[in-house]
């Protein structure tokens, strides 16, 4: 397990998709509001560019599906951890075909692919946190128990916790992982109660980060060679309060990322990639 923990946050390769026009007014939102389309792609191209560029990740871009307006965020289409894919079954019924690029793109990849074929069964990514030593899962109205126990099937080697999401869409709606062993948090009621469960349920010991704002809690971290700790983060311009918590990370390599647009349809930053480490198949 610690060699486990010595690759987390290690990636080679990301998998993303364009947004499509249908986005704007046929996306899914639990708040109404209006999105500006040019603005989200814009976004979305620096966010590709971040991970491209930057960070020197082999980007995989599939094609945008008019039919399928929630298809950028492909977090909720596959959990992948170590050289297994487990192909979800999202709990929005409009969601379930865009499963089908993401298994195609994964298979050519390589990895060994888990489909949830049990029609009982409902989990998005986004209620999927893996810490490098254990996973947790949020049981929400997009996931329930029983996709939570396929999650366990497919990924034999680690501990399964499930967490009641009480408030805001999925559990990465108010939290993701800053680092090894460090989870980033909101300070809502519902965030640090589900975080009380979370380390309730847990042998290991977290360490904690608490932002103001629930969605700026959602980050994506990685450990990259050359690079060490890298964090996406909010902008000041979204959560100024909440960026400036994100300055006590010292030993990171901080990256605002604009999410403006896309939180309009409940995205979050971890919803628009699906990250893959190739050396963890070898």
Do not use: W
Request: hydrophobic content about 40%.
């Amino acid at each position: 397990m610690a060699g486990v923990m010595a690759d987390f946050g290690n990636f080679t390769h990301a998998v993303v998709r364009a947004i499509p026009s249908s986005l704007a007014k046929e996306a899914l939102r639990m708040n109404v509001s209006d999105v500006d389309l040019e603005k989200a792609q814009r976004e979305h191209e620096v966010y590709v560019g971040v991970l491209k560029q930057k960070l020197g990740l082999e980007v995989i871009e599939l094609p945008a599906d008019e039919s399928l307006p929630d298809c950028v965020f492909v977090e909720d289409a596959a959990v992948v951890c170590g050289d297994t894919a487990l192909i979800t079954r999202p709990g929005a019924e409009s969601r379930r075909k865009e499963t089908a690029a993401i298994r195609q793109i994964l298979k050519e990849l390589g990895l060994n692919i888990v489909d949830m074929s049990d029609e009982n069964a409902t989990l998005d990514g986004g209620d999927v946190l893996f810490t490098g030593r254990e996973f947790f899962v949020g049981l929400s109205k997009r996931t329930n128990q029983r996709g939570a126990e396929i999650l366990a099937d497919a990924f034999k080697d680690y501990a399964v916790s499930t967490v009641p999401v009480t408030d805001g869409l999925h559990l990465k709606s108010f939290c993701s992982m800053g680092g090894p062993g460090l989870i980033v948090i909101g300070s809502s009621e519902p965030a640090q109660k589900a975080l009380k469960i979370m380390q309730q349920m847990s042998d290991h010991r977290y360490d904690k980060l608490t932002v103001p704002d629930d969605i700026a809690a959602n980050t994506i971290y990685m450990n990259l060679p050359g690079k060490g700790h890298v964090l996406l983060h909010c902008t000041p311009e979204e959560f100024p309060e909440s960026a400036k918590v994100f300055e006590k990370l010292k030993d990171h390599m901080l990256i605002p990322v604009s999410n403006m647009e896309k939180v309009k349809v409940d995205g979050a930053l971890t919803c628009c990639s699906v990250l893959i480490n190739m050396k963890a198949k070898v």
